[in-house]
């Protein structure tokens, strides 16, 4: 057990739809990743949030939306939905911006993910 | 999109067996991380490789990363049905600060 937790384990809608995902992070983490797995594509970083803000992105589509609450829970809004939007989507969280120096780069520690199927 | 290459893609061994998968890329990485993913879990970290030419054990697995901080290498000695998994690698990069670039994984399968 990570420690992270993410609701609901498994979802299940229809195109067009709008569904959100939570996570809650470790305890006493600050920063929250959000990734989506497919078979395809692998394990692809979407956005991370470090205290609140925004503080990189990476291929999350405008139609994706994220936040991260004063109680750093976080949650991943996902609109119009499409049938290729159907993954694994993994929330992450790391104690502190996860910078990449000469120690490298901090230990993220994964939930146990949302399987989203978009009928 | 600097990418990272697993290979290979799929792999099913008795157990005893040994085994290398291997992690390559084109761009220099800071740091590269392996994981190890179970059905229905997240990604596990392994072990973290920061120095080129670095060798880190972990009981039955050894972990190199290559002097030129490109390429990356997971060796398991006598396999065990326990070690099934899809294995990861996660390369960082200097200045990127946050992002972790994955390779698509090796799917691992030990046969009793």
């Known amino acids: 057990d990570s420690g992270v937790t993410q609701t609901p384990k498994h979802l299940i809608t229809a195109t067009g739809q709008r569904v959100t995902l939570r996570c809650s992070p470790r305890?006493?983490?600050?920063?929250v990743y959000w990734y989506q797995q497919s078979l395809d594509q692998g394990l692809q970083f979407l956005i991370q949030y470090y205290n609140g803000e925004e503080r990189a992105k990476g291929n999350i589509l405008e139609r994706f939306s994220a936040q991260q609450f004063p109680d750093l829970h976080s949650e991943l809004n996902l609109s119009s939905l499409e049938l290729g939007d159907s993954a694994l989507y993994f929330c992450a969280s790391s104690p502190h911006l996860g910078t990449s120096g000469s120690w490298g780069a901090d230990t993220q520690y994964f939930g146990p993910g949302t399987r989203l199927t978009v009928l | 999109t600097q990418l990272l290459e697993q290979s290979p893609q799929f792999l099913s061994i008795q157990e005893g067996e040994n085994l290398t998968v291997y992690c390559n890329s084109s761009?220099?990485?800071?740091?590269l991380q392996w994981y190890r993913q179970e059905p229905g879990e997240g990604p596990v970290l392994l072990v973290t490789v920061v120095t080129g030419g670095e060798v880190k054990k972990l009981k039955r697995l050894t972990f190199q990363f290559g002097d030129a901080r490109k390429d990356s290498s997971l060796h398991i000695t006598a396999a065990q049905p326990g070690d099934t998994g899809l294995y990861l690698c996660?390369?960082?990069?200097?200045?990127?600060?946050?992002?972790?670039?994955f390779g698509k994984g090796t799917l691992l399968t030990v046969n009793p």
């Open positions: 761009s220099v990485f800071s740091s």
């Open positions: 996660a390369g960082a990069h200097r200045g990127s600060n946050y992002k972790l670039t």
């Open positions: 305890s006493g983490d600050l920063s």
